[in-house]
């Protein structure tokens, strides 16, 4: 039996890494909404995904999904959802060669 190795993951848990009616503003990663978001969860998944994302603000007016290099400052917006997200490790108990 090998060691198991470590893994580091970026998450955004919806009930404790969103904040609705909060805007992240500035940091944005492009100069326009990412494509392809139509709710904050959409918009939150595309961050976990994407490795240069630390945070997410949705617009839900227009319906538009900014994802962010950096935390910008928080301010309150009634019609914005936004996120952050944190970095967890973790390792496999144990790990089975599949071999035999």
Do not use: H, Y
Not at 34 to 52: F, I, K, L, S, Y
């Amino acid at each position: 039996m090998s060691t198991a190795p470590t893994f580091r993951i970026g998450v955004i848990d919806p009930t404790t890494d969103v904040s609705p009616r909060t805007d992240l503003v500035g940091g944005d990663l492009t100069t326009s909404p990412w494509p392809n978001a139509d709710t904050p969860g959409e918009c939150r998944m595309a961050c976990v995904d994407n490795d240069q994302c630390v945070a997410f603000s949705f617009a839900s007016g227009p319906k538009q999904c900014w994802l962010k290099g950096s935390v910008g400052e928080r301010r309150s917006s009634s019609n914005v959802t936004s996120g952050v997200k944190r970095w967890v490790s973790f390792s496999a108990v144990e790990v089975l060669d599949l071999s035999e």
